[in-house]
């Protein structure tokens, strides 16, 4: 019916440690690390991207998605299964590393092991957007600084005659 959710929405998931949940994004949502980070913070501690790189082509498109993605990863600290119906699969592990992945347009059953993380969230994951903010916002007042002090410096000092 194409109305968007309420919110975030994990999944959970019967294992021998008890019942963990499971974040699911679907396609074009992974991204964008704001959606994965919802998941995570509604308490997913294992995402999955379900995808279809069907209209990528042979093109390096699939392989800059899985980059994206293994950003996001790494910056909320949960394994990725990276499911691709043409483009390749993969497992992306919470440091950003990546398993085995599949070629494009490869029939294949691909299988792996993956972690529910256990370990606390990430610093990104609490704050979000607003470190970023706040590095640029540092990034501007240091250029500033810089701008200001090279106003009294002069490679060649005047010489007084």
């Known amino acids: 019916d194409l109305v968007p959710g309420e919110g975030p929405v994990v999944f959970p998931i019967a294992t021998d440690e008890g019942e963990r949940l499971l974040g699911s994004l679907i396609s074009f949502e992974g991204a964008f690390v704001r959606s994965m980070r919802s ?8 995402m999955v991207v379900a995808t279809n790189h069907g209209s ?6 699939s ?4 980059g994206i993605v293994r950003m996001s990863a ?3 600290g949960v394994d990725v299964v990276h499911g691709a119906v043409t483009g390749r699969k993969t497992i992306i592990r919470a440091d950003g ?3 085995h992945r599949t070629d494009q347009f490869e029939a294949t059953l691909y299988s792996g ?5 256990d370990s606390p969230r990430t610093l990104y994951a609490i704050a979000g957007d607003w470190m970023q903010m706040l590095a640029m916002a540092a990034g501007i007042v240091a250029l500033i600084g810089f701008r200001e002090a090279r106003r009294g410096f002069r490679m060649r000092p005047e010489v007084r005659r």
């Open 39 to 46: 998941e995570v913070n509604a308490g997913a501690r294992l």
């Open 56 to 61: 990528y082509g042979r093109t390096p498109a």
């Open 63 to 66: 392989d800059q998605f899985i």
């Open 74 to 76: 790494a910056s909320l």
């Open 97 to 99: 590393s990546v398993a």
């Open 113 to 117: 092991v993956v972690r529910f993380q």
